[in-house]
């Protein structure tokens, strides 16, 4: 069994798919980590919008880096959570077409 992680930009069709084989704060923090220092390497800033999942904190960088490295990270990212009930899950059906058609 696998953990997947989703990150996606509608607005040019682009979406990365990775696995990992758990879902805690310190890989979703890697994660993220990954796409600022890989896609969005040039970006000063990155708005990441995100569910209100326990894990997807600014904390998060902390509890997976150093002070230094954590800061430069959070620094680079504006926070922009779903409403906690909000209609994001209805593009959740949608993305899971992407595994089963490709």
């Known amino acids: 069994m696998a953990s997947l992680f989703l990150f996606c930009e509608p607005l040019v069709g682009w979406r990365q798919v990775t696995a990992r084989p758990r879902w805690t704060t ?47 990270l959070v620094r680079r990212l504006e926070f922009c959570h779903t409403p906690k009930h909000g209609s994001w899950l209805r593009w959740t059906p949608t993305t899971g077409q992407f595994f089963t058609v490709s």
């Open 26 to 72: 310190i890989d979703w923090a890697h994660e993220v980590a990954d796409l600022l220092r890989g896609r969005y390497a040039k970006a000063e800033k990155v708005i990441l919008v995100c569910d209100n999942l326990n894990t997807h904190t600014p904390g998060a960088f902390y509890e997976a880096f150093d002070a230094a490295t954590a800061r430069s």
